[in-house]
């Protein structure tokens, strides 16, 4: 079975700090991985998401990277917002089976 | 237009009563996916339809748990003789074809607590 871990579980930054969250799992057997935003009280709305072909993704002040080698990805946001406060979650889908198996999220806040 | 909408949003049910949660997806979604939010867990992949295929229920924890998706569209989500440990947000997402290549686009969850 898939093991998704994301470090750290919590971060708290000033605004306009930049910042790295982390994503490990053990299977390097993943097809895609993506990232996803949850704010609370909601659903998740995917941010990025990377084929096991690429490297990296980018949108806007979001940048995702992926290293099937090592079993990581990363998102990292630039210029960071209190908008940007919000739980961030990883999940990988295998090369088989249609299941996401997703990490315990990172909740972020943005200190104004 | 619409997104995934789920329904009730919030359900509070005795142990051992039987519960029914209701997932529309995106209107020409093909693919269904259920997923269960436990306090401080990760999200847990729960069954996956996908047109007329026969789902995937590898993901329900217990045959108390059964889904189904009629006509191709809204699928509901049933949960027989509660538990406490049942007490979590489910969540629906669907996405256009099932393929890998597609991002998966959630409701916003219905949060249920047994007591």
């Known amino acids: 079975k898939q093991e998704v871990t994301q470090i750290p579980a919590a971060l708290s930054v000033p605004e306009g700090e930049n910042l790295v969250l982390n994503c490990s799992f053990t299977?390097?057997?993943?097809?895609?991985l993506q990232w996803f935003r949850q704010d609370p009280g909601k659903g998740l709305t995917s941010l990025l998401l990377?084929?096991?072909?690429?490297r990296e993704q980018t949108s806007g002040r979001l940048n995702a990277s992926l290293d099937k080698s090592s079993g990581r990805s990363t998102l990292y946001i630039a210029a960071s917002q209190p908008g940007d406060s919000a739980t961030y979650l990883c999940a990988g889908l295998r090369n088989t089976g249609n299941q996401f198996y997703f990490g315990t999220g990172t909740s972020l806040t943005v200190i104004p | 237009g619409a997104g995934v909408s789920q329904s009730p949003s919030n359900k509070v049910t005795e142990k051992g009563k039987d519960v029914e949660l209701r997932c529309d997806p995106i209107s020409g979604h093909t693919a269904l996916y259920w997923y269960r939010q436990s306090l401080g867990q990760g999200l847990e992949f729960l069954i996956y339809f996908q047109g007329n295929s026969a789902p995937d229920k590898s993901g329900l924890p217990s045959d108390r748990f059964s889904a189904e998706r009629t006509g191709g569209s809204v699928s509901t989500l049933t949960i027989q003789r509660t538990q406490q440990e049942d007490s979590a947000v489910y969540l629906c997402?669907?996405?256009?074809?099932?393929?890998?290549?597609?991002?998966?686009?959630f409701g916003p969850g219905t949060r249920l607590l047994v007591l």
């Open positions: 990377i084929q096991s072909s690429q």
């Open positions: 299977d390097s057997a993943i097809y895609n």
């Open positions: 997402a669907s996405s256009p074809s099932g393929t890998p290549r597609e991002t998966q686009y």
